[in-house]
Nanobody, 125 residues
Framework: QVQLVESGGGLVQPGDSLSLSCVAS????????MAWFRQAPGKEREFVAA????????YYSDSVNGRGTMRREKDTNQVFLQLHGMKPEDSGVYFC??????????????????WGPGTQVTVSA
């Protein structure tokens, strides 16, 4: 069983940068792909970014491509997401997800087995 806890959410102004972190209870640095999803009120949960277990492959949604960076820190079982140029449409609850996977990382909801409780991000002036 893998438990995930996100942190770093809050209120940010348009144009600012955001840094989120997710810590896992188990050794997800071995064979676990990790991802970030987000969900705005009244909308479906959507893919934001993902990283392979080795960290050599990263994937981004079109909405954050070029503004986002996802990385992982194996020694501490953490993954991080940094977004620049925040926009109001980036608001939502951000979820960390994990899946045991040897190659690559999925971008769909059903590609992941474990989810954190989420952290709220609000982009507003």
């Amino acid at each position: 069983q893998v438990q995930l806890v996100e942190s770093g959410g809050g209120l940010v102004q348009p144009g600012d940068s955001l840094s989120l972190s997710c810590v896992a209870s188990a050794r997800t640095n071995t064979y676990y792909a990790m991802a970030w999803f987000r969900q705005a009120p009244g909308k479906e949960r959507e893919f934001v970014a993902a990283i392979s277990w080795g960290g050599e492959n990263t994937y981004y949604s079109d909405s954050v491509n070029g503004r986002g960076t996802m990385r992982r820190e194996k020694d501490t079982n953490q993954v991080f997401l940094q977004l620049h140029g925040m926009k109001p449409e980036d608001s939502g609850v951000y979820f960390c997800a994990a899946k045991r996977r040897l190659v690559g990382a999925g971008t769909g909801l059903y590609d992941y087995d474990y989810w954190g409780p989420g952290t709220q991000v609000t982009v507003s002036a």
